[in-house]
């Protein structure tokens, strides 16, 4: 089967940065996915990672490293605008094509 | 650019009712996926369907089924729903032949409450 780990909770102050950690155990890797989601609204594609390394976008990066099944998120210059829960999210290479998520990262940012 | 709609916003029902659900893709895009996100858990992966077919199901029992049309927007259906069927329900498409970066974007979703 498929594991994935994610802090439950964080909580960062506005203008700093976070980290939010992802581990992940699968069989046959091919991709993994970081989506945002406010209470009450859909998931929003934030990045991809397929080889390692580190991937950036505006304040946000991710980073990927296949050889120890781990992903990080990076977010700088916090706004309150980023509370949310972050999903990250792990596609494997049995042809399914689905996505196997944690249970999300709920991340608080206070003044 | 629309994103994926899905209909109704709420869906209230009483258990051993059936609940229908409703999902518009992106334009062009062939591939729908449904997941549950019941409360404090992650996004379970239901059904995947792509060109009419159903291409994968997630662990869920068989009253859980769906199809997708000739437009490619797709329909899921939940028979006999069951207290713990409660839940956010999420459709998402995807644009298949973009290779390993085929994304999956998502619609708002149905939350669905059994009574």
């Known amino acids: 089967g498929q594991n994935i780990d994610q802090p439950t909770e964080m909580t960062a102050t506005e203008g700093a940065i976070v980290q939010i950690n992802c581990t992940y155990q699968?069989?046959?890797?091919?991709?993994l996915f970081w989506y945002q989601q406010h209470a009450g609204e859909a998931p929003t594609f934030l990045s991809y990672?397929?080889?390692?390394g580190l991937e950036e976008k505006g304040r946000f990066s991710s980073f990927l490293s296949r050889s120890k099944g781990y992903s990080y998120l990076l977010l700088k210059e916090l706004q309150m605008k980023d509370s949310a829960s972050y999903l990250c999210?792990?596609?494997?290479?049995?042809?399914?094509?689905?996505?196997?998520f944690g249970t999300g990262t709920r991340l608080t940012v206070i003044p | 650019e629309a994103g994926v709609t899905q209909s109704p916003t709420h869906l209230i029902k009483t258990r051993g009712q059936q609940a229908t659900l409703r999902c518009s893709p992106i334009s062009g895009h062939t591939s729908v996926y449904w997941y549950q996100q019941a409360l404090g858990l992650g996004l379970q992966f239901l059904l995947w369907?792509?060109?009419?077919?159903?291409?994968n199901r997630g662990n869920f029992p068989p009253r859980f089924s769906g199809r997708q049309f000739p437009n490619y927007s797709s329909e899921l259906n939940v028979n006999a729903l069951e207290l713990e069927d409660s839940a956010l329900y999420l459709c998402?498409?995807?644009?298949?032949?973009?290779?390993?970066?085929?994304?999956?974007?998502f619609g708002p979703g149905t939350r669905l409450l059994v009574l």
């Open positions: 999210a792990v596609r494997v290479l049995t042809g399914a094509n689905n996505l196997f």
């Open positions: 990672n397929v080889l390692d």
């Open positions: 699968t069989s046959g890797f091919n991709g």
């Open positions: 998402a498409s995807s644009s298949p032949g973009t290779g390993a970066r085929e994304t999956q974007y």
């Open positions: 369907y792509d060109e009419g077919e159903e291409r």
